[in-house]
């Protein structure tokens, strides 16, 4: 009995035992998973129940100077897939099939984003259309959302394409202009969490935070689209007609420095840019403000502006061009080894005489020349705005105290051994132009946001040269013209300046390349109010390289059509009576 | 007998009444239906806001229609296609020579632009005339 009694008491308390260390045990693993590992679990519960968008406003649009979109941007949608839900092979086919069918992506690139992604749900389709983004909402596929963003247009195709610049696939800038103005055209993304259901859609009244997104302003550019594409026509046609392997054209509202128009060639398909070749991403850059060149006799309207400025001179000036100047061990001559006798100063202009620049620099001095040189803008930034831009080299006795030398002058003073960027030489052509003043380069006018519109005023940098010189100036960039050959350069009905150039290509390593040249062209018009000041600028044309003949003719139609346009009156009597006659 | 009289009277008059069934019944009633309250609201409350996600929808895809149909326009307005028209559709050809002639009369007016883009400034203003203005200020009935 006794033996009985104590096997039942055995057996209560290993029961009890057993019940006790179960309950220590349950209550050991509550613990951890409630308290020890709780922030764990409760993320990804998180993870589960939650979902968090970043939510992105429209992007501002790039408009020209008279509103017209030249990049803007429409509602676009991306494809989001949860990895879990196409966990089944079959099924995930089947969905990468029908999503396939309606977005024209590949089904078996989008299985392959998601197998490869550790993340919950991943974009297996960007860009997405309206239409396409109604379809695949149709579809009601489990796991398969739609996010709405943006996508980048651009309704003039590629005009101003390495100006404009383009955006990357988060829709933030990459290059030119977009990159530049990212902040004002991107905006203030906004965030929204939010609890959802089993399939990924959000809770009618779940728990949900959202912190809205601002839009990006629309900028109003300088640039007017018509002129633009005038500019970048005409471009293409000197390209064409001279065999070139590129060229600048960049024009200039002198009176305010806006910047009417900057073409550059080579170009590239700003509407799928391919970003996969390195090669091709110097196409990118904007060589109007990236790349320096040696602008070559057009840079003798600098050096004559400082020698009248400084009244060392005045167009009537006589002096003796013996062909040759000697500098240093160096003898300089003029460009078709020409020596002309007594000549005035104006000659030195008309006929582009080497020898007559450097005579005119040695007056002016070392330092009055290379100050006009620097107060003109060259050997620093134009301060345009846009990222890229390079100061040129001016060497002088002040810079290079060891390596500059007399014949340094005697070289810059007709455009050699001196390097800027076409925009530094489209400014100093435009100071002329403006009574000689020096503009500040202006690309954006306005930017409309959603709290106003900013209006950009334009902003003189210094007075250069006297209204006086420069009026000077322009006369006898007009004389120049009028001894051009019409059949090269020629703007019927409008007075009008202008100076050719024909330089050597400096390379690397301090010499010349054989038998290349860049053939330039600044021209103002019309002289008497001057509308726009325009610079041409054709690389390695593979025939006659003179600027007259290769420069010259893109001038003349250019600033034909946009006078025209500019509805400018012509300056001298167009003979209408002789057309009807 | 007896016994039955004393059970009655055991029971509480306000028992006694022959309405009893019916309170308790109506009271059973609203009591369901109390308890059913919640559960129609949060029926309606969701049903309420699945009809404002739908509308929210609906509301963001007439305004990716609306940027879509403003980009169209743009695009349709764009130089290159207006000379492909030209030279196209309409055979239009580009003149050989400029002809300029003087005339006492206004430039035209600009080229209208997708509203969109407009700046406050230069959106035109609402024409009111001076009986809409006047009218404007009389309390409609």
């Given at each position: 009995?006794?033996?009985?009694?104590?096997?039942?008491?055995?057996r209560?308390?290993?029961?009890?035992a057993?019940?006790?260390?179960a309950?220590?045990?349950?209550?050991?693993?509550?613990?951890?998973l409630?308290i020890?590992?709780?922030?764990?679990?409760a993320?990804?519960?998180?993870?589960?129940?939650?979902?968090?968008d970043?939510?992105?406003?429209?992007r501002?649009?790039?408009?020209?100077?008279?509103?017209?979109?030249?990049?803007?941007s429409?509602?676009?949608?991306?494809?989001m897939?949860?990895?879990?839900?196409?966990e089944?092979?079959?099924?995930a086919?089947?969905?990468?099939?029908?999503?396939?069918?309606?977005?024209?992506?590949?089904?078996?690139?989008?299985?392959?984003i998601?197998?490869?992604?550790?993340?919950?749900e991943?974009?297996?389709?960007?860009g997405?259309?309206?239409?396409?983004?109604?379809?695949?909402?149709?579809?009601?596929?489990y796991g398969?959302?739609?996010?709405?963003?943006?996508?980048?247009t651009?309704?003039?195709?590629?005009?101003?394409?390495?100006?404009?610049?383009?955006?990357?696939?988060?829709?933030?800038?990459?290059?030119?202009?977009?990159?530049?103005?990212?902040?004002i055209?991107g905006?203030?993304?906004?965030?929204?969490?939010?609890?959802?259901?089993?399939?990924?859609?959000?809770?009618?009244?779940?728990?949900?935070?959202?912190?809205?997104?601002?839009?990006?302003?629309?900028?109003?550019l300088?640039?007017?689209?018509?002129?633009q594409?005038?500019?970048?026509q005409?471009?293409?046609r000197?390209i064409?007609?001279?065999?070139?392997?590129?060229?600048?054209?960049?024009?200039?509202?002198?009176?305010?420095?806006q910047?009417?128009a900057?073409?550059?060639?080579?170009?590239?398909?700003?509407?799928?840019?391919?970003?996969s070749?390195?090669?091709k991403?110097?196409?990118f850059?904007?060589?109007?403000?990236?790349?320096?060149?040696?602008?070559?006799?057009?840079f003798?309207?600098v050096t004559?502006?400082a020698?009248?400025?400084l009244?060392?001179?005045?167009?009537?000036?006589?002096?003796?061009?013996?062909g040759?100047?000697h500098?240093?061990?160096w003898?300089?001559?003029?460009?078709?080894?020409?020596?002309?006798?007594?000549?005035?100063?104006?000659?030195?202009?008309?006929k582009?005489?080497?020898?007559?620049?450097?005579?005119?620099?040695?007056?002016?001095?070392?330092?009055?020349?290379?100050?006009?040189?620097?107060?003109?803008?060259f050997?620093?930034?134009?301060?345009?705005?846009?990222s890229g831009?390079?100061?040129?080299?001016?060497?002088?006795?002040?810079?290079?105290?060891?390596?500059?030398r007399?014949v340094?002058?005697?070289?810059?003073?007709?455009?050699?051994?001196?390097?800027?960027?076409?925009?530094?030489?489209?400014?100093a052509?435009?100071?002329?132009?403006?009574?000689?003043v020096?503009?500040?380069?202006?690309?954006?006018?306005?930017?409309?946001?959603?709290l106003?519109?900013?209006?950009?005023?334009?902003?003189?940098?210094?007075?250069v040269?006297?209204?006086?010189?420069a009026?000077?100036?322009l006369?006898?960039?007009?004389?120049?013209?009028?001894?051009?050959?019409?059949?090269?350069?020629?703007?019927?009905?409008?007075?009008?300046?202008g100076k050719?150039?024909?330089?050597n290509i400096?390379?690397e390593?301090?010499?010349?390349?054989p038998?290349?040249?860049i053939?330039s062209?600044?021209?103002?018009?019309?002289l008497?109010?001057?509308?726009?000041?325009?610079?041409?600028?054709i690389?390695?044309?593979?025939?006659?390289?003179?600027?007259?003949?290769?420069?010259g003719?893109?001038?003349?139609r250019?600033?034909?059509?946009?006078?025209?346009?500019?509805?400018?009156?012509?300056?001298?009597?167009?003979?209408?009576?002789?057309?009807?006659? | 007998?007896?016994?039955?009289?004393?059970?009655?009277s055991?029971?509480?008059?306000?028992?006694?009444?022959?309405?009893?069934?019916?309170?308790l019944?109506?009271?059973?009633?609203?009591?369901?239906?109390a308890?059913?309250?919640?559960?129609?609201?949060?029926?309606?409350?969701?049903?309420?806001?699945?009809?404002?996600s739908?509308?929210?929808?609906?509301?963001e895809?007439?305004?990716?229609?609306?940027?879509e149909?403003?980009?169209?326009?743009?695009?349709?307005?764009?130089?290159?296609?207006?000379?492909?028209?030209?030279?196209?559709?309409?055979?239009?050809?580009?003149?050989?020579?400029?002809?300029?002639l003087r005339v006492?009369a206004p430039?035209?007016?600009?080229?209208?632009?997708?509203?969109?883009?407009?700046?406050?400034?230069?959106r035109?203003?609402?024409?009111?005339?001076?009986?809409?203005?006047?009218?404007?200020w009389?309390?409609l009935?």
């Open positions: 009995m006794g033996k009985r009694r104590f096997t039942e008491v055995w209560v308390w290993a029961v009890m057993a019940i006790v260390l309950t220590v045990v349950v209550t050991l693993r509550l613990v951890q409630q020890v590992d709780h922030a764990q679990y993320a990804d519960a998180r993870l589960i129940h939650f979902g968090q970043t939510l992105a406003d429209r501002g649009a790039l408009l020209d100077r008279n509103g017209y979109p030249l990049a803007a429409e509602a676009a949608f991306n494809v897939v949860e990895k879990r839900a196409w089944d092979p079959a099924e086919q089947a969905a990468a099939d029908s999503l396939a069918e309606v977005t024209d992506a590949s089904s078996a690139e989008m299985l392959s998601v197998a490869d992604t550790e993340a919950f991943v974009p297996v389709v960007r997405l259309n309206y239409g396409q983004g109604v379809a695949v909402r149709e579809l009601g596929l398969v959302r739609l996010l709405e963003g943006s996508r980048r651009y309704p003039e195709g590629n005009l101003a394409a390495q100006l404009l610049g383009f955006v990357g696939q988060e829709n933030s800038g990459l290059t030119g202009l977009e990159i530049d103005l990212d902040s055209l905006g203030n993304p906004g965030q929204v969490t939010y609890e959802r259901d089993g399939i990924g859609n959000q809770l009618a009244f779940g728990a949900r935070s959202e912190t809205p997104a601002q839009p990006g302003a629309n900028v109003v300088s640039i007017d689209r018509y002129i594409r005038v500019a970048e005409e471009l293409d000197a064409s007609d001279n065999e070139a392997k590129g060229g600048t054209i960049i024009v200039i509202q002198p009176k305010t420095g910047v009417l900057m073409a550059s060639r080579p170009t590239f398909d700003v509407t799928n840019p391919d970003l070749d390195n090669s991403q110097a196409l850059r904007n060589r109007a403000i990236t790349d320096t060149y040696e602008p070559g006799s057009v003798k309207v004559m502006a020698a009248l400025d009244g060392v001179v005045s167009p009537g000036t006589w002096w003796f061009d013996e040759v100047v500098v240093s061990d003898s300089i001559y003029n460009w078709d080894l020409s020596a002309n006798g007594s000549q005035t100063v104006q000659d030195i202009l008309s582009s005489l080497n020898t007559g620049a450097v005579w005119l620099a040695n007056l002016s001095g070392s330092a009055g020349f290379y100050d006009y040189i620097n107060r003109f803008g050997g620093v930034t134009s301060d345009s705005g846009l831009e390079v100061d040129g080299r001016v060497r002088t006795p002040e810079s290079d105290p060891e390596g500059w007399p340094n002058m005697a070289t810059n003073s007709f455009g050699q051994g001196i390097a800027v960027t076409p925009l530094q030489m489209a400014m052509v435009a100071a002329i132009a403006n009574d000689g020096l503009m500040k380069p202006q690309l954006v006018n306005e930017i409309v946001g959603p106003g519109t900013q209006v950009v005023e334009p902003e003189a940098v210094r007075q040269i006297s209204p006086e010189t009026r000077t100036l006369d006898m960039m007009g004389v120049v013209m009028d001894g051009a050959s019409t059949a090269y350069i020629d703007v019927p009905g409008y007075a009008f300046g050719t150039g024909t330089a400096a390379t390593n301090g010499g010349y390349k038998d290349a040249y053939s062209f600044v021209g103002i018009a019309p008497g109010e001057p509308e726009i000041a325009v610079l041409v600028k690389d390695e044309p593979a025939g006659v390289p003179w600027g007259t003949v290769v420069a003719p893109a001038f003349s250019l600033t034909q059509r946009v006078l025209a346009y500019l509805k400018v009156p012509p300056t001298k009597e167009v003979f209408v009576s002789e057309l009807l006659d | 007998m007896a016994a039955n009289r004393e059970g009655s055991a029971i509480p008059e306000v028992l006694q009444d022959s309405n009893i069934p019916v309170i019944i109506l009271v059973t009633l609203i009591v369901g239906v308890a059913l309250l919640p559960l129609v609201q949060t029926s309606l409350a969701t049903s309420t806001g699945g009809n404002v739908r509308l929210e929808q609906l509301r895809d007439w305004q990716a229609r609306l940027h149909q403003e980009l169209t326009v743009a695009t349709l307005g764009s130089l290159d296609r207006i000379e492909s028209e030209a030279q196209g559709r309409l055979k239009m050809v580009t003149p050989d020579s400029v002809i300029y006492d430039a035209p007016a600009p080229n209208k632009l997708p509203s969109r883009y407009l700046t406050e400034e230069t035109p203003a609402e024409s009111e005339s001076l009986w809409e203005e006047f009218f404007g009389v309390p009935p």
